[in-house]
């Protein structure tokens, strides 16, 4: 079993910024991918940015050039910094992740409990 813990979220003004982290802990033999998703109220969840473990990164064309999504492997951890945060990017956000957990290639795949980011206009 894996456990996301996330951490940052939080209220902020329009043009602030925002760095969510969150961290894989668990019986992990290796990180496929994090990520990061959310949810808008009334919306359908989704994908904001995601990374893989050789570094190969993809993010939503409503954040591209405003936030950013990096993982420290070694410390099981994925953070996104959220740059000139926008009232349309009030939502829960979820951390998610692939991982290996044993030898022979069973995975775990989930998402974290959420965090709440408010941006006010």
């Known amino acids: 079993q894996v456990r996301l813990v996330e951490s940052g979220g939080g209220f902020v003004r329009a043009g602030e910024s925002l760095r969510l982290s969150c961290t894989a802990s668990g019986r992990i033999l290796r990180i496929n991918d994090m990520g990061w998703d959310r949810q808008a109220p009334g919306k359908r969840r989704e994908l904001v940015a995601t990374?893989?473990?050789?570094?190969?990164?993809d993010y939503a064309d409503s954040v591209k050039g405003r936030f950013t999504i990096s993982m420290d492997n070694a410390k099981k951890t994925v953070y996104l910094q959220m740059n000139d945060l926008k009232p349309e990017d009030t939502a829960v956000y979820f951390c998610?992740?692939?991982?290996?957990?044993?030898?022979?290639?069973?995975?775990?795949?989930?998402w974290g409990q959420g965090l709440q980011v408010t941006v006010s206009s």
């Open positions: 990374v893989t473990s050789t570094s190969s990164i």
């Open positions: 998610t992740g692939l991982f290996e957990t044993s030898q022979d290639g069973e995975t775990w795949s989930g």
